[in-house]
Structure formats: structure tokens, C-alpha cells
């Protein structure tokens, strides 16, 4: 073994033993989060015709799901990668805080289901009985033409903001797993599967999706359980639009800031395809919505 490719094995040793250290074993490793009561208010923000709206929706947290969308240990793109490690601490502070409340997460770092086979996280998602959809659900979801000619930023040639942006000439990909910053835990899920995402959320009867992660312009659109094929689909989309980033350069058109340059996308999700949130929308519940049917009994016999 060359002594690069043993730096890179020994590397993946602490996060392959810290996975089989947390998760669950025994009969119980399979079953699914229990359902409990709880509300959440989102301030969801739409466009159309270039106007800006806002409305509250009230989703129930047993039927709501955040997609973690290609948060990888690494990247292609030195900048992308620097962005996701800085995003990745704060995205695991309101997930795990979600988590806490009933909602479901699922973890979808695509291209690398191997590191995680065997473990019930990834069992728990492929086991799902198939589900029938309206309509085959492909592997991606490109722009369609209308789409392509007034999409707001050129990712022609791949977005990549670094000073010296070298190419890429794989596969095989420099990732290997969601970045480490971001808990598996629990009841969680581990998909990037379309497919069996679409069985999972059948099965355990969620019309909810929040989507996180990156790339807004790429993946966050295209992939099987993206934004795009989750709302044709018949699903409640949002994206939480202070957790993403883009894939652009200022260089190319329309030669702004990278961060003006991801708000452009959004912005244009936000008139084409879901509306979005900010992740503090998600850290908490409506007062009195998760408290049990007999204490909502009991507080309403209370007479002042």
C-alpha cells in the first residue's frame, strides 16, 4: 500500500468506528422514530412576477422530514468544500434540535451508501416495502429548456470558485461520506435513493420535506429526491435557504458575489419550484402542540 493510500485508510478509521460504536444493535435496531404530537410554524417565503409573499404554514412533525442534501467530507472545489465545513456545525445544531422534536432526518450524501452499509441507519431506509409512485422517479432531474434559458447564474463550466480551478477528471469522486460534523443518530435515515426515500416517507405516512445542504443550483434541484422531483411528486417542499450554498463563480455571468450569486438561486427556486424558510423556523414547536391529549384535556377543563 502506498504510503498516500494509507493516510487516506487510517483517516477513515475513526469515523467507520465511531459508526459501528453508536449504532443500535439487536431486535430494536430497525424500528422506526415514534410519532408524537408537535407543530411547527414556518414563515415560507414565495416569489412570483417578481413579487415577494410570505405565509405561515403549520406542518406536524410526525409527518415532516429534512433531507440533508450531499453535505460530503470533502469536494472537487477547495471553496465549496471550505463552505460546507463551516455550514456543516451550524446545520447539525438545528437538526439535532429538530430531531429532539419528532422530526425525521434523513441523510442523503450521494455517491457514498458503501461507508454506510450494515448499519440499521441504512437498513432502516432500503427495508421500506416499494411504494408505488405517480410516475418513474429518475436518477436526476435536469432544468427543463424554459428553466435553462432564464436560469439566473452560468454553471457552465461547473461553478467551482477557486482562484486556480483545476479539473476534474473523475469518477471516482473525492468523497467518502457526509461530513463528520453532522450527526447519525437515533432514528435517522441514510439514503441517496429517490426511490426508497419516496418508500420510507409512504410507509411512515410524511407529505412534509424540508431540503438542506448544497448544491442549490445542482444537486438540491436535480437529484432523485430533490426539489424538482419531490414536489412533482406531491410533496410539501421547503428549502432552508440559510443552510445551502451554490456552486458559482463571480468570474462568469452574472458577475457577482458568490453569496448574491447563491441568493440569485434561491430566489429563483423560490418562483419555480418551493418556497423557503430560515432554519430557526425549525428549532421549535407551537406552545402547547406537543403536549399529549390528555394534558390538552386536562389544561382545557381549567377554568380561571
Known amino acids: 500500500m502506498r504510503l498516500v493510500e494509507r493516510r487516506s485508510f487510517l483517516r477513515l478509521l475513526p469515523g467507520v468506528a465511531a459508526l459501528a460504536a453508536a449504532a443500535p444493535s439487536g431486535s430494536d435496531a430497525l424500528t422506526n422514530r415514534p410519532k408524537v404530537p408537535g407543530t411547527l410554524r414556518l414563515q ?13 404554514l403549520e406542518w406536524p412533525v410526525a409527518r415532516t422530514a429534512i433531507i440533508i442534501c450531499d453535505m460530503w467530507d470533502t469536494h472537487t472545489c477547495g ?14 445544531q438545528v437538526v ?12 442523503s450524501p450521494s455517491d457514498t451508501m458503501k461507508f454506510y452499509e450494515g ?6 431506509m432500503k427495508n421500506a416495502p416499494t411504494a408505488a409512485s405517480p410516475f418513474p422517479i429518475i436518477a436526476r432531474c435536469p432544468r427543463v429548456p424554459e428553466e435553462e434559458r432564464g436560469f439566473p447564474i452560468d454553471d457552465a463550466a461547473g461553478g467551482c470558485d477557486d482562484p486556480v480551478v483545476k479539473k476534474f477528471a473523475g469518477p471516482p469522486y473525492p468523497w467518502t461520506r457526509e461530513h463528520p460534523a453532522i ?12 426511490q426508497e426515500i419516496y418508500n420510507f416517507c409512504k410507509l411512515e ?20 429526491f430533490g426539489a424538482r422531483q419531490m414536489t412533482r411528486l406531491g410533496f410539501d417542499v421547503v428549502l432552508a435557504r440559510d443552510l445551502t450554498d451554490s456552486m458559482y463563480d463571480p468570474r462568469t455571468r452574472p ?37 399529549s391529549a390528555s394534558e390538552r384535556g386536562s389544561q382545557s377543563g381549567i377554568t380561571g
Open 255 to 291: 458577475f457577482v458575489s458568490h453569496t448574491r450569486g447563491t441568493e440569485l438561486v434561491i430566489e429563483h427556486i423560490e418562483t419555480m419550484w418551493c418556497p423557503s424558510i430560515v432554519s430557526d423556523n425549525l428549532i421549535r414547536v407551537v406552545p402547547g402542540s406537543a403536549d
Open 44 to 56: 415560507a417565503r414565495r416569489r412570483a412576477k417578481g413579487k415577494v409573499s410570505e405565509q405561515l
Open 79 to 92: 471553496m465549496s468544500a471550505q463552505r460546507v465545513a463551516l455550514m456543516a456545525p451550524r446545520m447539525n
Open 96 to 107: 439535532s434540535a429538530a430531531r429532539s422534536l419528532g422530526v425525521m432526518i434523513i441523510h
Open 183 to 194: 450527526d447519525i443518530a437515533g432514528f435517522d435515515g441514510i439514503s441517496d435513493s429517490g
Open 205 to 224: 405516512n410524511i407529505d412534509r420535506i424540508v431540503l438542506m445542504g448544497v448544491h442549490t443550483n445542482i444537486c438540491i434541484l436535480n437529484r432523485s
Open 119 to 124: 448499519t440499521p441507519w441504512r437498513e432502516r
